[in-house]
């Protein structure tokens, strides 16, 4: 059995070190999935909150991006991390 290859992703430059000829289009499709879930959530965040409009996506919520390169085109989940306490919250959409 292959072993599936996972990728935590939190730059530019770890983007391109991960993409090759061969997984250009996995890596991009599940890319572009989890930017379009992203964006949803920092607009969803600036509904609720609107004092924060001003306010960068990455200064509301920093992004990384764990690629799991099984040809599967999911969301697994998301994992939110409040940044003043640390406290982790872990949603599973499996």
Avoid: H
């Amino acid at each position: 059995m292959k072993k599936i290859k996972e990728y935590e992703i939190d730059s530019f430059e770890k983007l391109c070190n991960v993409v090759t000829k061969e997984n250009v289009k996995r890596l991009g499709f599940d890319l572009i999935g989890w930017l379009v879930i992203y964006a949803e959530a920092i607009e969803l965040f600036r509904s609720k909150y609107p004092d924060y409009k001003n306010y960068t996506n990455w200064q509301l919520a920093k992004g990384l991006f764990i690629w799991v390169d099984d040809g599967n085109n999911q969301m697994l989940g998301f994992t939110f991390v409040n940044k003043d306490t640390g406290e982790k919250t872990k949603i599973n959409l499996k």
